[in-house]
C-alpha cells in the first residue's frame, strides 16, 4: 500500500497564477509533513515543512495542513516559470526498526506556462 | 562545504553484469539513506544506515541488491546480477538525525543505471 498519494500532474498554470498541489497520507499518527522540488534531471530538495494544522506561509509558498483529513497541500503564488518542477509531498513514517524515515509521493508535475 | 558525492553520473550496463554505486556523505551527518526512482514506483527508500549500521533494509527488493557502510564517509550499493527492471535513478541521501526530525534531506546528484 502507498501511504503518501498525489496527484502525478501534469498541472498546467499560466505564469502569476496560483498553483495548488495536493497529498493525502495515510497515517493518522503523522505529525509532521515536507514538500520537495525536484528539477527534470536534478535531485529533490526541500521547500517546505509544516507540522501544525493550519497554514504556514514562506515567501510565495503557503503549506496547509488538515490532520483530521490526513491532507496537505501546497500553494504557490504569483506562479512563475522557474517554479516548473515537480513537487514531492513527504512524511516521516515509523520503520519495524522503530526509526521514522522519509517516505515521498510520486509527485506532481507543475508547469508554469510565461 | 561539498554535498552528497555519488557516482557514477550514468552507469550503462549488460543484464547480468555486476553494478556498484557509491556515496560520500556529507561529513557529520550520522544517517546515510539510498533511494530508487522511478517513473512508476517514484521515489523509494531501499535501506537507511544509521552511524553506519544498517538499520532498515526492507525496501531492498531481493537478495540481488547489497550495500555497505564501512565508515562514516563512504556507502556502496551493489546489484549482481543485474536485470534490465534495476534501471532507474539511484539517490544517495544524508541527514543529521534518523528521521530527519527536520525532513531535511541532503541528496546527492543521482546515478542514473540503464541495464540492456
Known amino acids: 500500500q502507498k501511504e503518501v498519494e498525489q496527484n502525478s500532474g501534469p498541472l498546467s498554470v499560466p505564469e502569476g497564477a496560483i498553483a495548488s498541489l495536493n497529498c493525502t497520507y495515510s497515517?493518522?499518527?503523522?505529525?509532521?509533513f515536507f514538500w520537495y522540488r525536484q528539477y527534470s534531471g536534478k535531485s529533490p530538495e526541500l521547500i517546505m515543512s509544516?507540522?501544525?494544522?493550519g497554514d504556514k506561509e514562506d515567501g510565495r509558498f503557503t503549506a496547509q495542513l488538515n490532520k483530521a483529513s490526513q491532507y496537505v497541500s501546497l500553494l504557490i503564488r504569483d506562479s512563475q516559470p522557474s517554479d516548473s518542477a515537480t513537487y514531492l509531498c513527504a512524511v516521516p513514517l515509523k520503520m519495524n526498526s522503530g526509526y521514522s524515515t522519509l517516505t515521498f509521493g510520486k509527485g506532481t508535475m507543475l508547469l508554469v506556462s510565461p | 562545504d561539498a554535498g552528497v558525492i555519488q557516482s557514477p553520473r550514468h552507469e550503462v550496463t549488460e543484464m547480468g553484469q555486476e553494478v556498484t554505486l557509491r556515496c560520500k556523505p556529507i561529513?557529520?551527518?550520522?544517517?546515510l539513506f539510498w533511494y530508487r526512482q522511478t517513473m512508476m514506483r517514484g521515489l523509494e527508500l531501499l535501506i537507511y544506515f544509521n552511524n553506519n549500521v544498517p538499520i532498515d533494509d526492507s525496501g531492498m527488493p531481493e537478495d540481488r541488491f547489497s550495500a555497505k557502510m564501512p565508515n562514516a564517509s563512504f556507502s556502496t550499493l551493489k546489484i549482481q546480477p543485474s536485470e534490465p527492471r534495476d534501471s532507474a535513478v539511484y539517490f544517495c541521501?544524508?541527514?543529521?538525525?534518523?528521521?530527519?526530525?527536520?525532513?531535511?534531506?541532503?541528496f546527492g546528484e543521482g546515478s542514473r543505471l540503464t541495464v540492456l
Open positions: 541521501a544524508s541527514s543529521f538525525s534518523p528521521t530527519g526530525r527536520t525532513g531535511e534531506l541532503f
Open positions: 497515517d493518522r499518527v503523522s505529525q509532521s
Open positions: 509544516i507540522y501544525s494544522n
Open positions: 561529513s557529520g551527518h550520522n544517517s
